[in-house]
């Protein structure tokens, strides 16, 4: 019997600020249902006085960025009169947006500078439709905000097609560079999530569309949760010749909701949550986030991750922590052991 | 037969069974233990709710042991767990 130890995670230097639990949307695979539309007992939204709070916070973790999240961040009906704040800190931008933003926040977004504003835009497929009414606006915000915008998709299913996101970014004219994630679920597993078991049919459509970004100038960028194992060589080499930007990461992201609360990141946010501080820095908020995830962290999406080299040497963290820990199981017991004399 | 001695394990207990061992992680406590070999097969049949006797008998079969060298690796792997804080005495 060992007592466990376990590599920590990498460093990162990001901490997401939200400041709207509303949304205009209902992405199945969202997995920040449980903070949405008032499913939270956090406020709709960060007011002003807190949001500077939060930028003090930013200071003295020494991040440079000021990453809006949601809900759907735009729909903060003070949303212009934050940025100017953030702005007025010397902080750069970043809003994780689904598109369907409100004409003043568009507005805003737009009459930014591109070099300190950066808006990422998840779309989902089009539905085909003529009243796809939601893939239209999305077209028109991410046509206005050109290069400050860049594409996010989310895989949630094995027969997904996101070849339609290379069309969109030559029609509009944002950066040619894709923000690639799989739907990963939260702890309940409430939401549309991909399971580990179909890693492999997710990796066929994401060497699919490397080599269809790579012909068309745009580059993906992949984000938490991917597994080294789920692609062959050769599939790693094409994302190479592709340029993709590929890793095998799983770690504390920091996200602070509206009430003050910070959590691991969202899949994880049943698995605790800590209070931001007067004087609490990101450091001490991802290391104490670190040091609880650590007994899981042995074991990962996989029954052979504990074993595996790539793991074992930390160029894989063994998939995204909430996926590891859905395989762990709770069965309280009672043992009665009879107090017998062993005839020898 | 003397009194028999009850263990239970501790709600905030979870595991999982990987190719190479059984992890049990304690929530609260923030420890882990991996289980390798008899310790694992033990626990898998102790969670499943089997009890001591069939575990000491299907752990002779399975290892061509006779009842007690079964029973006493049984009772070593509780002992352990014991003493590691996996399992307390539960009344």
């Known amino acids: ?344 | 037969m003397a009194d028999a001695q009850i263990y239970a394990c501790s709600p905030d207990l979870v595991w999982l069974q990987d190719d190479n061992m059984v992890l049990l992680v304690d929530r609260r406590r923030r420890e882990s233990w991996r289980l390798r070999g008899t310790d694992a097969i033990l626990w898998t049949w102790t969670a499943l709710g089997y009890r001591y006797q069939a575990m000491t008998r299907m752990l002779a079969l399975l290892l061509g042991l006779s009842d007690n060298t079964a029973q006493v690796r049984v009772d070593e792997a509780i002992q352990a767990w014991h003493v590691a804080g996996i399992i307390e005495h539960g009344g």
């Open chain 1, 1 to 344: 019997m060992l007592r466990g130890s376990s590599n920590t995670a990498g460093r990162l230097t990001m901490a997401n600020l939200i400041i709207s639990t509303v949304c205009n949307q209902t992405c199945a695979y969202c997995f920040t249902a449980d903070h949405r539309n008032g499913n939270s007992p956090a406020p709709a939204f960060l007011d002003i006085h807190d949001f500077n709070a939060r930028l003090d916070f930013l200071d003295r973790s020494g991040m440079e960025h000021a990453r809006l999240l949601g809900g759907e961040p735009t729909l903060h009906p003070g949303f212009t009169e934050l940025v100017e704040s953030a702005l007025a800190r010397h902080k750069m931008i970043v809003v994780f947006s689904n598109g369907l933003m409100p004409d003043a926040a568009l507005d805003c977004l737009a009459s930014l500078p591109i070099a300190v504003c950066h808006v990422m835009i998840n779309v989902n497929a089009p539905t085909g439709g003529a009243t796809d009414t939601s893939f239209k606006r999305r077209r028109t915000a991410l046509t206005r905000l050109g290069e400050r915008a860049m594409l996010s998709f989310n895989i949630d299913r094995v027969n997904c097609q996101p070849e339609f996101l290379l069309p969109l970014i030559a029609e509009t004219g944002c950066r040619p560079l894709i923000r690639l994630g799989m739907a990963q679920p939260c702890l309940s597993g409430s939401n549309a999530h991909i399971h580990p078991k179909q890693y492999r049919a997710v990796a066929q459509i994401v060497v699919r569309l490397a080599r269809a970004a790579s012909s068309a100038g745009v580059k993906l960028d992949m984000d938490c949760g991917f597994v080294r194992c789920m692609f062959s060589p050769e599939e790693l080499e094409t994302l190479t010749e592709a340029k993709a930007d590929v890793g095998w990461r799983c770690n504390p992201i920091l996200d602070i909701d509206t009430a003050g609360q910070v959590i691991h990141c969202f899949p994880l946010a049943s698995f605790g949550a800590l209070p931001l501080a007067e004087n609490t820095t990101a450091q001490a908020l991802r290391d104490a986030f670190t040091a609880a995830a650590q007994p899981f962290r042995l074991a990962g999406v996989y029954p052979e991750c504990s074993n595996c080299g790539f793991k074992l040497n930390g160029e894989c963290t063994g998939g995204c922590l909430a996926a590891t820990m859905r395989r762990f199981r709770s069965t309280p017991f009672r043992l009665t052991v009879p107090c017998l004399e062993v005839t020898v």
